[in-house]
C-alpha cells in the first residue's frame, strides 16, 4: 500500500516536468487590440495570410481557446469575419488572429510558435 502511494504521487509530478521542458508557444500581450496596418508597420509583410467566418474555424488550432472564448461556434457567430497573420520570426513564426472592431482588423490574440510545432 505505500508502494502505490508513491507511485500516485510521481505520476503528477513526471507528467508536468515532461511538458515543461521544452517551450514552444508564448503569449505576447503588447500586440492584443493593435490594428493590422499598424502591426505591418511594426513587422513588415506577412509570410501568410488567411481568412474565415467562425462556423469554418478550426476546432483545435493555436488559437482555438482565445477565439472560442470570445466567439463561441454558435448560430449568432456563424458569419463574424477572422484573420489569421503569420510572420517569420528565425527558428519561430508569429501568428495573429484578427477581428473586426469598428471597421478595423484588431488583433485578438497574437503568439509566437516555434517552427514545426503541430496542434
Given at each position: 500500500?505505500?508502494?502505490?502511494?508513491?507511485?500516485?504521487?510521481?505520476?503528477?509530478?513526471?507528467?508536468?516536468?515532461?511538458?515543461?521542458?521544452?517551450?514552444?508557444?508564448?503569449?505576447?500581450?503588447?500586440?492584443?487590440?493593435?490594428?493590422?496596418?499598424?502591426?505591418?508597420?511594426?513587422?513588415?509583410?506577412?509570410?501568410?495570410?488567411?481568412?474565415?467566418?467562425?462556423?469554418?474555424?478550426?476546432?483545435?488550432?493555436?488559437?482555438?481557446?482565445?477565439?472560442?472564448?470570445?466567439?463561441?461556434?454558435?448560430?449568432?457567430?456563424?458569419?463574424?469575419?477572422?484573420?489569421?497573420?503569420?510572420?517569420?520570426?528565425?527558428?519561430?513564426?508569429?501568428?495573429?488572429?484578427?477581428?473586426?472592431?469598428d471597421d478595423t482588423n484588431r488583433c485578438l490574440v497574437?503568439?509566437?510558435?516555434?517552427?514545426?510545432?503541430?496542434?
Amino acid at each position: 500500500m505505500k508502494i502505490y502511494g508513491k507511485i500516485f504521487l510521481l505520476v503528477p509530478l513526471i507528467m508536468t516536468a515532461c511538458h515543461s521542458d521544452k517551450k514552444d508557444i508564448y503569449p505576447i500581450q503588447k500586440y492584443t487590440d493593435i490594428s493590422y496596418s499598424d502591426m505591418v508597420n511594426e513587422l513588415g509583410p506577412p509570410v501568410d495570410k488567411t481568412a474565415y467566418k467562425i462556423k469554418n474555424a478550426s476546432t483545435k488550432s493555436w488559437n482555438h481557446d482565445e477565439l472560442f472564448s470570445r466567439y463561441p461556434k454558435c448560430p449568432e457567430n456563424k458569419d463574424i469575419q477572422i484573420m489569421e497573420i503569420v510572420w517569420d520570426a528565425g527558428e519561430y513564426s508569429l501568428f495573429a488572429c484578427f477581428h473586426m472592431v469598428d471597421d478595423t482588423n484588431r488583433c485578438l490574440v497574437a503568439k509566437k510558435i516555434r517552427k514545426g510545432v503541430k496542434f
